[in-house]
């Protein structure tokens, strides 16, 4: 049975960057500017106030950790009010380098692991957007001791660092999302796997892209009439049935076509195209460009890393004389 929460995981390929320690004490605020980056920080000990643009402001204490799949504007606090200092997260101080807010000597009111990570898949907008904004989790132990690993990992230069560190970070993923797959989670995958019906029909369409699916054959998976699956779809995903099937067809497809290992036909059956010219028409409708162009340019990207934008590099594999180095969540 096919597990579409690892798929997108998988498919997503995060890879780490950094992870530092943030702590504050007396009246201190921060508003950084959107980062676009998927960002985390776990409470270690105290108490302070995060308002992410978008939603509700929330207090976070001891044993809270925040998952930012793409990095809003946000603005973190103590307690007191205090005028928010303004930055710009990719402007800040190097990896491993501790931060203090606030009142610089005496005890801290609270100490956070925060840090950022990338996606290296060519199609993390598309699956970005198909999950919350924002993952608010409260106490949860297995979420708490991969922080303290991650933590631990990034402030060490151990032999294996970036593999472990990777590595962490998809189980951080996988944890989060785990976590925060409930009803009343804003419309999206993660909404639509709490819901057994229509959990079922993702399967489905996960396990199975090249199948000819239709409406009425992933109904009758979800065990459902026709017009109630449809209504049921779009209010759990936010996206029509055969939306998110082109949506996972496609993703699956810019994946394959990365690699660079297969014909083009080959692909194209695999995503349930019956010939290479029908899914290139497909293709460059929803992607913007055929998919001989889109593998050569992905493979451009892959073996000329001089090329990859720099802001979607991390530091350490930067060349040259130092340049902006980004911060994480809270900094």
């Keep these: 049975m096919a597990d579409p929460l690892a798929q997108v995981i998988a498919l997503l390929r995060p890879r780490a960057v950094f992870s530092k320690g943030i702590s504050g004490a007396g009246r201190w605020a921060v508003n950084y500017t959107a980062f676009g980056h998927p960002g985390f920080c776990a409470v270690i000990e105290g108490r ?25 504007a946000f603005t973190m606090s103590g ?22 807010h606030g009142r610089a000597d005496g005890p801290a009111d609270v100490r956070l692991q925060g840090g950022y990570f990338l996606f290296d898949s060519p199609d993390a907008g598309l699956i970005v ?33 970036e593999f472990v560190l990777t590595h962490l970070v998809e189980l951080l993923l996988v944890e989060s999302l785990r976590a925060s797959s409930r009803k009343d989670t804003p419309p999206g995958l993660l909404r639509g796997l709490a819901d057994a019906r229509i959990a ?11 199948r000819p699916w239709t409406v009425d054959a992933l109904a009758k998976t979800a065990g459902m009439s026709r017009s109630a699956f449809f209504d049921r779809f779009v209010r759990m995903v936010g996206l029509r049935p055969m939306e998110y099937l082109v949506a996972w067809r496609m993703a699956v497809a810019k994946d394959l ?14 995503v349930g195209y019956g010939s290479a010219s029908t899914f290139s028409t497909a293709f460059s409708r929803h992607v913007g460009q055929p998919p001989g162009r889109f593998a050569r340019t992905s493979e451009r990207l892959d073996f000329e890393p001089e090329r990859v934008r720099k802001a979607d590099r991390p530091p350490e594999l930067m060349r040259g004389k130092p340049r902006r180095r980004m911060s994480p969540p809270g900094a």
């Excluded at 939603?55 to 990095?71: N, S, Y």
């Excluded at 307690?79 to 203090?100: F, N, Q, V």
């Excluded at 029909?201 to 090249?210: S, V």
């Excluded at 076509?257 to 695999?270: I, K, P």
């Design 129 to 161: 957007s198909l999950l919350p904004s924002m993952i608010h989790i409260h106490g949860d132990e297995r979420l708490a001791t991969l922080v303290r690993l991650f933590g631990e990992e990034a402030s060490a230069q151990r032999p294996g660092r």
């Design 257 to 270: 076509l990365r690699g660079d290992t297969l014909a083009l036909d080959e692909v194209a059956s695999r």
């Design 79 to 100: 307690l007191e009010p205090a005028t928010p200092k303004r930055i710009d997260p990719h402007e800040m101080l190097s990896p491993g380098e501790d931060i203090r």
């Design 48 to 72: 302070c106030r995060l308002v992410v643009a978008g939603e509700m402001p929330v207090t976070l204490e001891q044993g809270d950790f925040v998952l930012l799949p793409a990095t809003p």
């Design 200 to 210: 079922a029909a993702l399967r489905q369409m996960h396990g199975d892209p090249k």
